[in-house]
């Protein structure tokens, strides 16, 4: 619970407690010395609360930066290669991809919207999970349901594998650190799983502090944004086929926006790949939140009476944004198996331009959102922690991507 939650519920339950006594009818002397008391609660309290809870007109504020700075990332993405014609930039030029121009502009967004001292109140607008979920999603109607079945086989092996080992290895450095469970647990399900939405999942499920969210968060954009241009390069050091550096890719950036920008950078079938493989951990999500509830529950807490976890929780927690994935991909093999091959082509390429901007603004909105406050107040253990874990992470993740995906040909 946050800070500004529990001083919002401690108000309430102070304020629940008050009608009897104002039923009395106090002296008014005393009445006037105890609202003198709590003035400066109360406007403090009204001041989180406006904090806490951002107006509508913040949020289509907030929402309106990102479509702007996204209109301007298609802008640079689309003239940039065309200023650089003939020059001695027009290789380099024609290699970057929008997700650089999108973060990079998203970057300067929020300093200057810092510098504005703006950032926090528009922040609600900055909707990078919607973004990059209804991206994905659209992505699955350009993957041919046969590619998705065929490679559905290795990336479930690949995931377990490789959520496993990684979370193993992270919970168990934690601890000979000495770091907080549910930090520990935070940590190995954010960089074992997909960043921040596995760390925001396993906060629910052991009831984590608001500033661990914080370190978990910070770690993950801090080790996935160079990651977004490291492996693609890697890759062409190691002369990876696109779909090994795709299955690498999924299998080891932590989020699934900066899985979808350095799987464009690889190319389209890396894309393609590092979707599924990163989409299948995704669906553990779930798996892993309940198995920490119950971990939480019985072993760790051992609160007398707590509820066991349910099969409802483990609906409220799974990626449902997976099934619209699967849905979509259903829909586009259908779609293309019955109308003529032009129009079809036609048609999934509008798609595949939305998706495209969906992406921008996914990536415009982590870099609006980026913060190295968490990781100033997490210490040296967490980044140490992180860090190691994402090694180990790349090292097993590359092999079982060899292993798995060499022969693929879906």
């Not at 008014?28 to 904090?51: F, G, H």
Request: a neutral charge; aromatic letters at 8%; proline letters at 4%.
């Amino acid at each position: 619970m946050s800070e500004t939650e529990a001083e919002t519920e401690s108000d309430a339950a102070s304020v629940a407690a008050e009608p009897d006594n104002a039923a009395s009818e106090p002296d008014p002397t005393e009445s006037s010395a105890v609202t003198a008391e709590q003035a400066p609660v109360q406007s403090e309290t009204s001041a989180l609360q406006a904090i806490s809870r951002p107006t509508g007109a913040e949020i289509a504020a907030g929402i309106a930066v990102v479509i702007l700075l996204g209109a301007l990332t298609r802008y640079f993405d689309t003239h940039v290669p065309r200023w650089a014609v003939d020059t001695p930039l027009e290789r380099v030029a024609k290699s970057i991809e929008f997700p650089v121009y999108a973060i990079a502009i998203g970057l300067i967004g929020n300093v200057v919207l810092a510098k504005l001292d703006l950032r926090e109140r528009l922040s609600a607008g900055f909707r990078t999970e919607f973004f990059i979920k209804t991206g994905v999603v659209l992505l699955g109607a350009s993957i041919n349901l046969r590619i998705l079945i065929t490679a559905a086989g290795p990336s479930i092996v690949q995931a377990l594998l490789l959520i496993t080992t990684v979370f193993g290895f992270t919970w168990w450095l934690g601890g000979r650190l000495g770091l907080d469970d549910k930090l520990r647990a935070l940590l190995a399900s954010a960089v074992s799983i997909c960043g921040v939405s596995a760390a925001i999942a396993a906060a629910g499920a052991v009831q984590a502090k608001r500033e661990q969210i914080a370190y978990a968060a910070s770690l993950v954009i801090i080790f996935a944004l160079p990651s977004i241009f490291v492996l693609p390069w890697l890759a062409d050091v190691f002369g990876l086929s696109d779909v090994v550096a795709g299955a690498w890719i999924g299998g080891n950036i932590d989020t699934t926006a900066a899985v979808a920008a350095s799987g464009a950078i690889a190319g389209e079938k890396a894309l393609q790949i590092a979707t599924i493989v990163k989409t299948t951990q995704n669906a553990l999500i779930g798996i892993v939140a309940i198995a920490l509830t119950a971990y939480f529950t019985l072993r760790v807490e051992r609160t007398p009476g707590a509820a066991r976890p349910s099969a409802r929780q483990f609906w409220e927690r799974f990626p449902k944004f997976v099934l619209g994935f699967v849905a979509a991909s259903v829909i586009g093999t259908l779609y293309l198996q019955s109308a003529d091959k032009k129009s079809g082509a036609a048609h999934i390429a509008i798609v595949n331009d939305l998706r495209t901007w969906f992406l921008i603004l996914a990536f415009v909105s982590i870099g609006l959102e980026f913060s190295v406050r968490g990781l100033r107040e997490a210490g040296w253990r967490p980044v140490v922690v992180f860090g190691s874990a994402a090694v180990v992470n790349l090292a097993v993740g590359l092999g079982l991507s060899v292993l798995l995906f060499h022969n693929f040909t879906g």
